[in-house]
């Protein structure tokens, strides 16, 4: 792939005074909400940076970047100056927008539109008007460059999460953006794809001359490709002086208390015998004579690569799939799924709404809704639209809105992506609080840490079984690349 030119169209060259990114002043509020998410906030980025923004969960990392893009920023009121490459970006049309800023979201399904992954990589382009001749040139080179040419010509919903999210990332690529924004890019991803990603990342920033910017809660693994690092806080943006700072893993969850104590139950709450599953006869099997038993009142993680079959074992459980061979047989008198997109749950104009939609058939009232929200964090979020929440918020209502149902059975699809440090801690209380009353919980997850200090027991799944079944300190001591 051809290196991008480090000349902007206005003239302005690499290493200029003019910043990749520059913000002055900016105030946002969303419809609504009682106090602005960002206020009179100055930030700069100097062009060719890796540059890395953390803060809080619904500290405004997303809305910030979002609001440097025209075609996805965000409703609301809005003052102040933002630029990219030294223009105004109120100035910029979809063609401008789309050669000076890339943006790839957290979850590639609300990224992806085609059927294949050559359409895919076509996209945006046919959208410009490029030529035919140009089109399939920027196709091929960038598919060279990211090494997809062996499943070029797959249908997208077949690919694995890590590929996925790297077709998100080349499919932005292709239009030579020279500025690339990145919200928790790698949320969904296993450790060893999480590592993949970041390389290509690194490459893109390298060698390609491109700006880059990732919004996330996880820094120690991006640190060794970073050149500087942001935290927004309180509306405003600082600069992390001591990049190691982030990288420490020294009371990251803290959460040695609060782990559930180990039960002498010994019936399960949920159990898959010889399950065989897969989703259309021409496709392959995705679980594969899987034999897992999980036990009642604990907290099991399991863990494995992306497309192993996590998440179709936890629809089978919620009985949302059913195997074609074999058979699931489940204790728990009642049983509630998260996904791993919590949108999938929430219907309601108002997270108030969303916390009662289910009060009169389950019985449980205003109050107890209320005291769920403050429980997980959503206090004073009661008239923001669900979908004017961050991420990680959306994730915690969904959460708390099967909680309020008291489901005896909790699956989870990714409960901790998009989260900070403090939000995790508030999942890890409420899990805790579940096993307490007498539940289980059953996780799929990426986040090692968190499986580490909280869960009972990981699972690792592996073309569609499970390999192996150990305590937390067994399985993370004798595993060479899933380390927490």
Avoid at 332 to 347: E, G, I, R
Avoid at 437 to 464: N, S
Avoid at 465 to 472: G, H, R, V, Y
Wanted: net charge negative.
């Amino acid at each position: 792939m051809a290196r991008l030119d480090r000349s902007s169209a206005a003239g302005v060259a690499y290493g200029s005074a003019a910043p990749a990114i520059e913000v002055r002043g900016l105030s946002f509020a969303y419809p609504g909400a009682e106090a602005p998410v960002l206020e009179g906030l100055d930030w700069r980025v100097s062009q060719g940076a890796f540059a890395l923004l953390v803060g809080g969960t619904g500290s405004g990392k997303s809305t910030l970047l979002s609001l440097l893009k025209p075609e996805i920023a965000p409703a609301g009121t809005r003052s102040g100056e933002l630029r990219v490459l030294g223009e105004p970006v109120a100035d910029m049309d979809v063609r401008a927008s789309a050669e000076r800023v890339g943006y790839v979201f957290q979850d590639p399904e609300n990224q992806i539109v085609c059927e294949t992954v050559w359409h895919e990589m076509a996209f945006g382009l046919e959208n410009l008007g490029l030529a035919r001749d140009e089109m399939r040139r920027r196709v091929a080179e960038t598919s060279y460059f990211f090494g997809l040419e062996d499943w070029l010509h797959r249908d997208t919903d077949t690919l694995s999460g890590g590929r996925k999210q790297l077709l998100s990332l080349a499919a932005v690529l292709a239009l030579r953006p020279r500025v690339l924004l990145l919200d928790e890019p790698t949320s969904q991803l296993d450790p060893v794809a999480e590592k993949n990603f970041l390389h290509a990342l690194f490459r893109v920033n390298r060698e390609l001359g491109c700006t880059v910017v990732v919004a996330t809660h996880r820094p120690r693994p991006m640190l060794e490709y970073a050149t500087c690092a942001y935290r927004i806080e309180d509306g405003r943006v600082r600069e992390v002086v001591d990049l190691a700072s982030l990288g420490s893993r020294e009371g990251l969850l803290a959460l040695d208390s609060c782990r559930p104590a180990q039960g002498a139950a010994t019936s399960a709450a949920a159990a898959i015998h010889e399950g065989w599953f897969r989703y259309d006869r021409a496709g392959g099997w995705v679980l594969r004579g899987l034999d897992a038993s999980f036990s009642a009142g604990a907290v099991h993680a399991v863990v494995g690569g992306n497309g192993c079959g996590k998440s179709t074992m936890l629809s089978v459980l919620a009985k949302t799939a059913k195997l074609q061979r074999g058979r699931m047989v489940r204790g728990a008198a009642s049983a509630a799924l998260l996904p791993q997109n919590p949108k999938a749950l929430l219907v309601a104009e108002t997270v108030r709404d969303e916390l009662m939609e289910w009060a009169s058939t389950c019985g449980y009232d205003e109050n107890l809704a209320r005291e769920r929200a403050v429980q997980l964090g959503l206090d004073g979020l009661e008239t923001r639209h669900p979908y004017d929440l961050s991420g990680g918020q959306r994730q915690l209502l969904a959460l708390a809105k099967l909680l309020l149902i008291g489901p005896e059975l909790l699956l989870l699809d990714e409960p901790t992506k998009g989260l900070d440090l403090e939000s995790r801690r508030i999942i890890a209380r409420a899990l805790r609080d579940h096993v307490k009353a007498g539940g289980t919980v059953i996780m799929a997850t990426h986040d090692l840490d968190f499986a580490e200090q909280v869960a009972d027991d990981v699972a690792m799944m592996f073309d569609g079984e499970i390999a192996c079944m150990e305590p937390p300190a067994d399985f993370f001591a004798d595993n060479v690349f899933y380390r927490a």
